[in-house]
């Protein structure tokens, strides 16, 4: 999947959201702090979605924000079809762009953090036990 097609289905995704509330473009626009502009070209995938607006939609229209990631034009998602780890990715790639430098630097610290965290708190067995539950799903 092209970064093109993800944000086509990010904006289709988005819009069809937004119509379902009968929730006009400048209502969104106000809510997010964008233009309306702005949002229309993110729901014409013209422009992708920060890691925060993501966030801040999932929570005006509540629904997890990987809801959007889901192609609504297929049964099963394409991202659905790739492995786990490659459709996360693809989908923290996404939330990136457009972030300036000292904002993928706040995201390198985040991630780094949750990798240490795991590091520091985590045994062997909750390392197998992990692997096992892995494996079960």
Do not use: W
């Not at 993110?42 to 990631?69: H, K, M, W």
Request: aromatic residues 4%; glycine residues 6%.
């Amino acid at each position: 999947m092209t970064k093109e097609h993800f944000k086509l289905i990010m904006g289709k995704n988005i819009r069809s959201q937004r119509a379902s509330r009968n929730m006009s473009l400048d209502e969104l626009a106000e809510l997010l702090e964008l233009t309306s502009g702005f949002v229309g070209l993110i729901e014409r995938g013209e422009r992708g979605v920060t890691t925060y607006n993501l966030f801040q939609l999932a929570r005006i229209f509540n629904v997890p924000a990987d809801s959007f990631c889901e192609d609504p034009e297929n049964s099963k998602s394409k991202l659905a079809e790739m492995n786990p780890c490659e459709s996360k990715t693809a989908v923290i790639q996404n939330l990136c762009e457009g972030l300036n430098e000292p904002e993928l630097d706040l995201v390198i610290t985040v991630i780094r953090g949750l990798k240490n965290i795991r590091t520091k708190t985590e045994t062997p067995e909750t390392i197998k036990n992990r692997g096992e539950n892995a494996a079960a799903d």
